[in-house]
């Protein structure tokens, strides 16, 4: 398939710059795929669409303060480093701006208390670096770091907080999953009132969700792995619901990625933990997945790609369209999408 397949107009000005008021009052269009229907409600207006026996999945990660800014020792110039994830001890993978001056070698200090030194080049162009510092790793980076919001996002995030979803836990991200921001704490209560199961996976989201699409063949597209852990008995849960034949609703495309990673062809899912470079893209067949929670997506992306391989590459454009002409709001901080398959 060709990346020109998955491209869509957007006008600039539907690119949401900040959150809605009310997480929970976003707009939210609803698309049934065996009907090919296309419905247009609010994000807690999601509640008619669910029913007792679904079991939504959610990915607990959490965003850490991803973007520190330093200087060379030698040379006092100014460089950016971008968290991307931990390898092993204080060894991280990261994006270094300016690239040609961060060679191997090179130390790089944010302050008197943390520094870092690149150790080694990695293969899509970030860099390997360890850090050195005195005191509590966590609180040195709250400190420090700064929130990493998406670079189509101009306007200053008052609460970094909306930059989080409710239920995140799991520190290591370098972005949001952003479908999850939607929900509020009263609306997972009101869920799970209604007999709605809600489980947790993790997945810390790195370059492997973001990294344009250079390949105009999109099967020469290589994906960057990313970390993600399901536990024994979240995993014999989600099993115990598919048997049963109830509707496992994945939220977000970071949470897709991981059920699938894991998922076995006959529904089970396995307890698992390990790197992912799964790339989602039509004619996959899902194994997990009956339904998906998700934002609006940028044109060419590997997550338009992923969402078309469940709902179809033409319907998905349909609905993108349509989304155009009512003025939706687009990506992060945009309004949302449920789409159900059964």
Known sequence: MLLTDFDYDLPEELIAQTPAEKRDHSRLMVLKKQEQTIEHEHFYDIKKHLKAGDT???????VIPAR????????????????LRRVEGNKWEALVKPGKKARVGNIIK????????????????????????????????????????????????????????VYAKENGSAAAPTAGLHFTEGLLQELKDMGVNLEFVTLH??????????????????????????????????TAAKKRGGRIIAVGTTSIRTLESAGLSDG???????????????????????GIITNFHLPKSTLIMLISAFAGREFVLKAYNTAVQEKYRFFSFGDAMLILDK
Request: with cysteine; net charge negative; glycine share 8%.
């Open 68 to 83: 520190l800014i330093g200087h060379r020792d030698k040379t006092g110039g100014k460089v950016e480093v971008f968290l």
């Open 56 to 62: 939504l999945v959610f990915n607990n990660t959490r």
């Open 205 to 238: 989201v790195g370059l492997g969700t973001f990294r344009p699409v250079n390949e105009d063949n999109i099967e020469d597209h290589v994906m960057h792995t990313e970390y993600f852990h399901i536990d024994e008995a979240t995993a014999q849960r989600i």
């Open 268 to 290: 089970t899912l396995p307890a698992k933990s390990g790197e992912t470079d799964i790339f989602i893209y039509p004619g996959y067949k899902f194994n997990i997945v009956d």
């Open 110 to 165: 944010f302050g008197d208390e943390l520094s870092c030194e690149v150790l080694d080049n990695t293969d899509f162009g970030g860099r390997i670096v360890e850090f050195s510092y005195d005191g509590i790793w966590e609180e040195i980076l709250d400190r420090l770091g700064q929130t990493p919001l998406p670079p189509y996002i101009h306007e200053k995030l008052d609460d970094k907080e909306r930059y989080q979803t």
